[in-house]
């Protein structure tokens, strides 16, 4: 099926650092969407972007959380400042139309 | 809101035993309901998806049917392996300012050789 790439698959920060979580959607599509996920627990909806804005993000998506997709290069998730609460997998995914969506194999992002 | 309730957290089977999985749903609107599955270490992979149009969908041996009277939409598959051992996630796709999905808790599948 489509492929979605994340890249790193780990990384590691100090708290109050910047991070940046890249994601290579598939190439047609046209939203993108990050997702949380805590220790193997629920996927949580984070943002989702179209036509280069932000549509809809949830309570999770702090002040310190943006997203950008510059040029149709990599689909970004951008915390600054970082907090300890932000330690997580972070899902990339894309979808051509909206319904189905297809992901990544995720970032775990762990802030010490 | 739109929201999806999955009661089982953990499943333990043998192989060739019979799947159930319960997923329920809720919302407003004429839903899409989707089955994906997550194997360690992985991101979510679409298993199955029934729109109202089709109210059934069957993939690799899993099916699950949407079922409007009882909001339900629960994976089943008759003869489980080893290797479908995973985490299986009932969604809904919900819209507001685009779409997106919705997730349940999740159900933890081991099955023993």
């Known amino acids: 099926g489509p492929k979605v790439l994340q890249i790193p698959s780990h990384q590691i920060i100090d708290m109050g650092q910047m991070v940046t979580l890249n994601c290579d959607p598939v190439?047609?599509?046209?939203?993108f969407y990050w997702y949380k996920q805590i220790l193997g627990q629920q996927m949580e909806f984070l943002v989702n972007?179209?036509?280069?804005?932000?549509?809809?993000k949830s309570k999770l998506f702090k002040d310190q959380f943006s997203v950008e997709r510059p040029d149709g290069s990599y689909f970004t998730l951008k915390i600054q400042p970082t907090a300890l609460e932000d330690s997580a997998v972070y899902f990339c995914?894309?979808?051509?139309?909206?319904?189905?969506?297809?992901f990544g194999s995720g970032t775990r992002l762990t802030v010490l | 809101g739109d929201s999806v309730t999955q009661k089982q957290g953990q499943v333990t089977l043998s192989e060739d035993d019979f799947l159930f999985i319960n997923c329920t749903y809720s919302?407003?609107?004429?839903?899409?309901l989707l089955w994906y599955v997550q194997y360690l270490g992985q991101g979510p992979q679409l298993l199955l998806k029934?729109?109202?149009?089709?109210n059934k969908g069957i993939s690799r041996g899993f099916e699950a049917t949407y079922d409007k009277g009882t909001t339900s939409f629960h994976l089943q598959k008759a003869s489980v392996q080893e290797s479908d051992s995973a985490v299986y996630f009932c969604?809904?796709?919900?819209?507001?300012?685009?779409?997106?999905?919705?997730f349940g808790t999740g159900t933890s599948l081991l099955v023993d050789p």
């Open positions: 995914a894309s979808s051509l139309l909206g319904e189905t969506l297809y």
């Open positions: 190439s047609n599509h046209l939203y």
């Open positions: 972007f179209y036509n280069g804005k932000v549509m809809e």
């Open positions: 919302t407003t609107t004429y839903p899409t």
């Open positions: 029934v729109t109202t149009a089709n």
């Open positions: 969604a809904l796709v919900t819209s507001n300012m685009g779409y997106k999905l919705t």
